[in-house]
Each structure stands twice: as C-alpha cells, then as structure tokens.
C-alpha cells in the first residue's frame, strides 16, 4: 500500500469528516453538541493541515481552536437555556432563493478551483522556518495589525464585561 | 532502510516497535500511577510524622493494588439527569492527550517514540487539549457543583498555560530548536540549562503545579469545597482514571519536560559507554521532581481561586515576559556568552523568591493603616 | 531527518491506544462491578439536599474575560514559537518586531488590570 493511495483514502475520510461535522455544528438539536461537533471539525482540520506536510500550522490549529476558541465558546454557550431547538433549517421560505445563489456561485468557484496548478512541493514536515522566515520578514506589518486587532478584541469584550456587570448592580 | 536492531528484518520491526512503544507507554503510567499513589501516601505520612499504609503487603507497597481492584469493583453510579454521551466521552478526552504526550520523551538516545520537529510544541497542544475534557466533565454531570466546578477549574488550567509556554519559548530562544531530542543533546556535560535560566524553570514548575491541578493549586480537588468539583458526579474507575491515572501521567509527562529542557535529560555519566543508562538517569531525574512535586503537596496550604489568577496573571505573567525580551536582548547582545542571561535569571528569582514577599507585606502594612485611619 | 509520515502515525497510534485502553478498563469495571440502579442513586448530589433548579442558571460573567484573555495570550504564544526558533536569523530586526507585538498586548493587560476585569469577582 503506497503512501499516495493511503493519502488518498485520509482525504477522503477527512473532507467527509469536516462536510459532516460541520453539517452536524448546525443541524444538531443542542447548542453545546453543536460546540463540540465544532471542536471536531478544527480537529480533522488540523488532520488536514498534517496531510499537507505543515505540522506547526497544525498544532496552531488545534492549540488555538480546540484549546482556546472552543472553551471560549463552551463558555458563552453554557450560560444560555438548552432547550432543544426544533429543525427549521429545511423547507423554509428561503430555501428556492439559496439553491439559485449557491448554483450561481459554484460556477465561477469551479472555473477558479480548475484553475489552480500544482505548486513546487515542498518537503513535508519542514514549515517552521519558512513560516517564521516569511511572517517575519515579508508579512511583517500584517502581524504588527494582528496584535492590534487582539487588543481591540479584548478591550472590547472588557468593555462590555463591565458594563454588564454594572448593569446588574 | 537499514537492518533493524537485533537484524530483524526492518519490514516487522516498524510495527513492532509501535506495538512495544505503545504497549511501554500504558504499562508506565498505569505502574507509573500505581507506584506514585503509593510514594505520594508515604511521603506525605512520613512528613507527617505517621506510618502511612503498612497493611497490604511488605511496607503496604501492594497498597495500591488493593485500591485499584476497589476501585475497578465499585458500581458505576451514574445520576439520571446527567448527558449521557459527554459524561463517558470526558475522561477520554482527558486521558488520551496525556498518552499520546509520551511519543515525544526522549528516554535515552534513540529511544525516542518518534521525535517530532515540533516536540515542545506538540506537547503544549496536548496540553491544551485536556482543558475541554475537564469543561465537559464539569457540563455533563448536569450538577451545579460540577458545573461551577468545571468553570473554575478550567479557567485555571487556562490562566497557568501562559506562563508555562512563555516558560518553554525562553528555552527555546537558547537552544534554537522545538525537538526534545535537539534540546537534550544541546545541554553538552554538567553545563545544564538550570545554571542558565533558573527563572524559567521555577515559573514552569509554578505553572506546572497549577496544571496538574496539584497543591497549592488543588482547589478543584479540595474536599472542603464544592465537594468535588467537576469529579463529583463520577463514581469507580472513571474517577479513577480521572484523578490517578491521568493527574499522575500528566505529574509524569511535566516532570519529564523538566528534565528534558532544564536538566539535560538523559544525559549523565556513563551514557555515551552504554545508551540504556540514559534511562536510569532520565528516570532518576524525573522521580526526583515528582517527589519535590509531593513535598510541596505535603507542605503549602491551599491557593484560594482569586488569589491564584492574581498570581498567574498580576505577577508570572508579566515577570516571563521580562525574562523572554531580557534573555532575547542578551542574547542578540552578546550572541555566545550565556553569562548575562544567567545573571539576569538569577536576579529575577532572587525577585520572587524575596522582593515579592516584601512587596506584599508593604502593602499589607498601608492596607492595614488606611483601615485603621478611617475606623477611627 | 526522521519520517514525517511514521511520525504522526505514531502520534495517532498513540491516541487510538489510549481509547481502545480506556474502554477496556472501564469494560472490565463494568464487568466486575454490581450494577443496581435506585431512585436515590439515580440523584444529582447536593450534599445530601434535593437538587433544586436546572444546574445552568445565570453566571457570573468573569470565566469569559479570563477565557478571552487566554485566547489573546494564546495567540501572541503562537506567535512567539517560529520567532523563537528562527530568532538568530532574524536578529534585531525581529527583536523589534516581536517588542512590539508584546508591548500591545501588553498594554491590554494593563487595561485589564486597571479596569479591575483581572479580579476573581
């Protein structure tokens, strides 16, 4: 069994793997089931990104989404009533208009994904330097930005911490 | 390929050495448990100035086993209004993390699981992976003393992650490698990274504590509160891989990143004669901090939540940041001389271990005064 | 240069291993251990009270901030490992570059703690 044929099956599983669990984020009955089939999608994401050779990337992944992202939103949404809400996502009025848009959508997609040739492969396993090189040096500024936009995060959601909190009192 | 060990024809020996890694890899941390639960009840007793288990077997060391079969026999009570599916999926979500830890531990020269590029950070993903089980444990149990429980415990497990990878990137910065093996080979003869960044290693076996949900962080498992936190719901061997199994594994697997990055790892006298030494120095080093790790827990009383995030995010915090741009100046500074970082580290414990304390004590004595003046 | 591939099998082995144990431990426990389901044992515990409401009533909202807290961190952590591992290469230019990455994010803790947000309750 050739590891081209096994990287075959592994696509296979884990595309159906990320359609389905993310199917499932929002067609599944309670919210926190839906948290977690989430945290099972960045998980065969990260399956993905291990496939494609980029193994920091990967562990990003699951130490930001599964380790920090998925408790952020376990945490809000616990604090929310868990009744089970009912499958309106079928059948709804809008549903003849979606088909029409997405069916328009996905010919241009297709022209553009048929468009993308094979890149230079790279060896697998060694994305840490040329991550670090280029983060560093080409995307330098876009990283500068991205700390800014962690800080307009936090200070906004303390913002609206403390202004719930003196609501209360 | 080359010929395998033994000239086993390489075809078998890949699968083969899965087999015995994974097979090694469970016997120590079940043994590993078996043998810390005991070690944990008889230091604590000994420092306690009483016998500890002496029943069960020659100085009580079947003691644990007695436990074990206990609790493997007791009847797994499961509360009706609990949410079935996320109460048997937590414990394995907590256990398996802390399993697949040991791929990456270097033992002994070439007697690595499979040394990943990226180790150090592989094992801090891990890491991060354990907190959902606790949330999910703390959620499912459908209890508000889980639920709240759960909350606290992750919120600490979450805080104490900063300071432990700021810890690990500080190291990172000296070696120049994210590969377990890269930073054990680095630390050539008796000049250990310790002498090096002893800051480093005191926040990370602060934060360690607190990862390990051991004393003085232990509030999650504190039986004067919240009766038992997240655990209360669970009953029998899924407590038990809970609280031995996987709290043990995961006081192994920290123990053994201590060692890795601070201590040389598998190296000592003798290993370059005979690579299989590097196991008994590796385990040597590693049980020496286990027993430090049982020493405080017999010794520090118990943090109390809002105290311990003070702790985490008011002091370890922003004292790691220091000691990373301190060390990263330095080194760009004066690149090959580890002198000025070693001063600068050793100044920063120096800060803790006293100019905290009397920080504290300043403000406690204006504290005190300003009440003083104004009940007057 | 050790395989990629045998690597992170490894690393799934590993993880199917841990499964496959723990459901063979807990089965054995299930298979060794009595099992009679009563109206009592079928409780939630409360310290020998009845339970008395749903467990997920409003909560207090400070678990979210340090949860946001720890994503920001998180993410400036993410960062900080390429850095540390190329850090030689990038030499003072990076230096300055990361200085200012921390020094932001910085100042967000600082406007946490001043804003009391860094306090238990």
């Given at each position: 069994?050739t590891?081209?044929?096994?990287e075959?099956v592994?696509?296979?599983?884990l595309?159906?793997?990320i359609?389905?669990?993310?199917?499932?984020?929002?067609?599944?009955?309670?919210?926190?089931?839906?948290a977690?089939?989430?945290?099972?999608?960045?998980?065969?994401?990260?399956?993905?990104?291990l496939?494609?050779?980029?193994?920091?990337?990967?562990a990003?992944?699951?130490?930001?989404?599964?380790?920090?992202i998925t408790?952020?939103i376990?945490?809000?949404?616990?604090?929310?009533?868990?009744?089970?809400r009912?499958?309106?996502?079928?059948f709804?009025?809008q549903?003849p208009?979606?088909?029409?848009?997405?069916?328009?959508?996905?010919?241009p997609?297709?022209?553009?994904?048929?468009?993308?040739?094979d890149?230079r492969?790279?060896?697998?396993?060694?994305?840490?330097v040329?991550l670090?090189?280029s983060?560093?040096?080409?995307?330098?500024?876009?990283f500068?930005?991205?700390?800014?936009l962690?800080?307009?995060?936090?200070v906004?959601a303390?913002?609206?911490?403390k202004r719930?909190?003196?609501e209360?009192r | 390929?080359p010929?395998?060990p033994?000239?086993?024809?390489?075809?078998?020996w890949?699968?083969?050495?899965l087999?015995l890694?994974?097979?090694?890899?469970?016997?120590?941390v079940?043994?590993g448990?078996?043998?810390?639960?005991?070690?944990?009840r008889?230091?604590?007793?000994?420092i306690?100035?009483?016998?500890?288990?002496?029943?069960?077997?020659?100085?009580?060391?079947?003691?644990?086993?007695?436990d074990a079969?206990?609790?493997?026999?007791?009847e797994d009570?499961r509360a009706?209004?609990t949410?079935k599916?996320?109460?048997?999926?937590?414990?394995?979500?907590?256990?398996?993390?802390?399993?697949?830890?040991?791929?990456?531990?270097p033992?002994?020269p070439?007697?690595?699981g499979?040394d990943?590029?990226?180790?150090?950070?592989?094992?801090?993903?891990?890491g991060?992976?354990?907190?959902?089980?606790?949330?999910?444990a703390?959620?499912?149990?459908?209890?508000?003393?889980?639920?709240?429980?759960?909350?606290?415990?992750?919120?600490?497990?979450?805080?104490?992650?900063?300071?432990?990878i700021l810890s690990?990137?500080?190291?990172?910065?000296?070696v120049?490698?994210l590969s377990?093996?890269?930073?054990?080979r680095?630390?050539?003869g008796?000049?250990?990274?310790?002498?090096?960044?002893p800051f480093?290693?005191?926040?990370?076996?602060?934060?360690?504590?607190?990862e390990?949900?051991?004393?003085?962080?232990?509030?999650?498992?504190?039986?004067s509160?919240?009766?038992?936190?997240?655990l209360?719901e669970y009953?029998?061997?899924?407590?038990?891989?809970?609280?031995a199994?996987?709290?043990?594994?995961?006081?192994?697997?920290?123990?053994s990143?201590?060692t890795?990055?601070?201590?040389?790892?598998w190296?000592g006298?003798?290993v370059?004669a005979?690579?299989?030494l590097g196991?008994?120095?590796?385990?040597l080093?590693?049980?020496v901090f286990?027993?430090a790790?049982?020493?405080v827990?017999?010794?520090?009383?118990?943090?109390?939540?809002?105290?311990?995030?003070?702790?985490?995010?008011?002091?370890?915090?922003?004292?790691?940041?220091?000691?990373?741009?301190?060390?990263?100046v330095?080194?760009?500074?004066?690149?090959?001389?580890?002198?000025?970082?070693?001063?600068?580290?050793?100044?920063?414990?120096?800060?803790?271990v006293?100019?905290?304390?009397?920080?504290?004590?300043?403000?406690?004595?204006?504290f005190?005064?300003?009440?003083?003046l104004s009940?007057? | 240069m050790p395989?990629?591939?045998l690597?992170?099998?490894?690393?799934?082995?590993f993880?199917?291993a841990?499964a496959?144990f723990?459901?063979?431990l807990?089965?054995?426990?299930?298979?060794?251990?009595?099992?009679?389901?009563?109206?009592?044992k079928?409780?939630t515990?409360?310290?020998?009270?009845?339970p008395v409401?749903q467990?997920?009533s409003?909560y207090?909202?400070?678990?979210?901030v340090?949860?946001?807290?720890?994503?920001?961190?998180?993410?400036?952590?993410i960062?900080?490992?390429?850095?540390?591992?190329?850090?030689?290469?990038l030499?003072?230019?990076?230096l300055?570059?990361?200085v200012?990455?921390?020094a932001i994010?910085?100042?967000?803790?600082?406007?946490?703690?001043r804003?009391?947000?860094?306090?238990?309750?």
């Open positions: 069994m590891f081209d044929f096994l075959m592994l696509f296979a599983i595309a159906i793997a359609v389905g669990a993310g199917a499932a984020v929002v067609l599944v009955g309670r919210i926190t089931s839906a977690l089939f989430m945290a099972f999608t960045f998980l065969c994401m990260a399956g993905m990104f496939l494609l050779g980029a193994e920091t990337i990967a990003f992944q699951v130490l930001i989404y599964v380790g920090a408790v952020l376990l945490y809000g949404v616990m604090f929310t009533p868990q009744g089970s009912d499958y309106g996502l079928f709804q009025k549903t208009w979606a088909i029409v848009f997405v069916a328009f959508l996905a010919v997609v297709m022209v553009f994904a048929s468009s993308f040739q890149g492969p790279l060896a697998r396993g060694g994305d840490l040329p670090a090189t983060l560093f040096g080409d995307f330098a500024y876009p500068e930005v991205a700390s800014v962690l800080l307009a995060a936090l906004g303390i913002v609206l911490v719930d909190d003196e209360i | 390929m010929i395998g033994f000239g086993i024809d390489p075809g078998i890949a699968p083969l050495r087999l890694a994974v097979a090694l890899t469970l016997f120590l079940l043994n448990a078996l043998l810390m639960i005991y070690l944990e008889k230091i604590q007793a000994i306690q100035d009483r016998t500890g288990p002496h029943h069960v077997g020659p100085f009580g060391l079947l003691q644990t086993f007695a079969i206990k609790l493997l026999s007791k009570v009706k209004a949410d599916a996320f109460f048997l999926m937590a414990p394995m979500i907590v256990f398996s993390p802390m399993v697949a830890s040991f791929v990456v531990l033992f002994a070439d007697f690595v499979a990943l590029n990226i180790g150090l950070l592989y094992l801090t993903t891990l991060s992976m354990a907190v959902l089980g606790i949330v999910i703390g959620w499912a149990s459908n209890n508000k003393y889980s639920l709240i429980g759960g909350l606290r415990s992750a919120g600490q497990l979450i805080s104490y992650e900063v300071p432990q690990l990137v500080t190291v990172v910065l000296v120049g490698s377990m093996v890269d930073i054990t680095s630390q050539a008796p000049f250990v990274n310790f002498l090096v960044l480093a290693f005191v926040g990370y076996f602060i934060a360690a504590l607190a390990t949900n051991r004393t003085p962080f232990d509030l999650p498992e504190a039986e509160e919240l009766v038992a936190g997240y209360t009953s029998g061997m899924r407590w038990g891989t809970f609280l199994l996987t709290e043990y594994g995961e006081v192994t697997v920290v123990c990143i201590m890795t990055l601070w201590f040389g790892g190296q006298p003798g370059d005979l690579p299989a196991i008994v120095w590796f385990t080093k590693v049980y286990v027993l790790f049982m020493w827990r017999a010794t520090l009383p118990r943090m109390r939540i809002d105290q311990l995030m003070d702790f985490c995010w008011k002091v370890l915090i922003p004292m790691a940041l220091v000691n990373i741009l301190a060390t990263a330095l080194l760009l500074a004066f690149p090959g001389n580890l002198w000025p970082i070693a001063i600068v580290n050793w100044a920063l414990v120096a800060a803790l006293f100019a905290l304390p009397a920080l504290q004590k300043r403000r406690l004595r204006t005190r005064e300003r009440t003083r009940a007057a | 395989d990629y591939n690597s992170y099998f490894y690393v799934f082995a993880f199917v841990a496959i723990i459901t063979l807990l089965g054995l426990a299930r298979l060794i251990a009595p099992r009679k389901v009563t109206v009592e079928a409780r515990y409360e310290s020998g009270e009845e409401g467990a997920w409003r207090p909202t400070h678990f979210y340090f949860a946001l807290l720890f994503v920001v961190f998180d993410v400036e952590v960062f900080l490992f390429p850095w540390a591992v190329l850090f030689r290469t030499g003072w230019y990076g300055v570059e990361m200012i990455f921390i994010l910085v100042v967000g803790l600082y406007y946490a703690w804003k009391k947000a860094l306090n238990w309750y």
